[in-house]
């Protein structure tokens, strides 16, 4: 069983509505990223927390600590949200190693 | 310009040869990364290094040499002994544990 854990692995959404993508680690952390990857491959940080919950623009990101879980939300999603959001922890401990998920891809018709 | 430059962005190699993929930044980090994206996986750390002068081994640094000579560049070179060397490879750097890692775009290595 992977150490990070992504879901759904595909979602496709209409313009405008609520998105949620889902991440589930089963080890100790000191900290999570959301991290997005565009169809050209380069990757852009968007998020990292290590408790409670982080806002920018349209994005909302949630973790709880004690289920060793994390949301990423997407409010009035865009086509131009397409990409891959892939979820990566810091073991508890570690120094400097990321773990990641297998990355989902979401896809946002007009 | 600021940030991390990683060339070329395609880059085609014979089976059998070494190759050399750049990694450079000019925003004074002191970590850099080497990670080998596959299809349908995570990203996996091939070598970090901390500091100038010394590196780590990550998950996956079979067949993979590094070096950091200076502060700004942490070349990567895939050696014959890497068995599948083809992926899309990327390099990040970051300040200090647990801080966010800025991604350069990637080099997509092909070897034919």
């Known amino acids: 069983k992977n150490e990070v854990e992504q879901s759904p692995q595909n979602l496709t959404a209409q313009e405008g509505e609520f998105i949620t993508i889902n991440c589930s680690y089963s080890?100790?952390?000191?900290?999570l990223h959301w991290l997005q990857q565009h169809p050209g491959g380069g990757i852009v940080s968007l998020f990292m927390?290590?408790?409670g919950k982080k806002k920018h623009g349209r994005l909302i990101a949630t973790i709880n600590i004690q289920e060793k879980h994390s949301s990423l939300h997407i409010t009035a999603s865009h086509p131009r949200d397409s990409a891959v959001y892939i979820c990566?922890?810091?073991?508890?401990?570690?120094?400097?190693?990321?773990?990641f998920g297998k990355g989902t891809l979401l896809t946002v018709n007009p | 310009d600021g940030g991390i430059t990683q060339s070329p962005k395609y880059l085609f190699r014979k089976e059998g040869q070494n190759v050399t993929l750049s990694c450079e930044q000019n925003?004074?980090?002191?970590?850099m990364y080497w990670y080998r994206q596959d299809p349908g996986q995570g990203l996996r750390l091939i070598y970090y290094?901390?500091?100038?002068?010394?590196?780590q081994k990550g998950d996956i640094a079979e067949g993979y040499s590094v070096s950091r000579e200076k502060k700004e560049s942490f070349p990567l070179t895939v050696t014959s002994a890497q068995k599948n060397p083809t992926a899309f490879y990327l390099c990040?750097?970051?300040?200090?544990?647990?801080?966010?890692?800025?991604f350069g775009p990637g080099t997509r290595l092909t070897v034919l």
């Open positions: 990040a750097v970051g300040q200090g544990v647990g801080d966010t890692q800025y």
């Open positions: 990566a922890v810091l073991r508890g401990g570690s120094n400097y190693k990321l773990t």
């Open positions: 290094s901390q500091i100038v002068n010394d590196f």
């Open positions: 080890v100790g952390i000191s900290a």
């Open positions: 927390l290590s408790s």
């Open positions: 925003l004074n980090h002191d970590a």
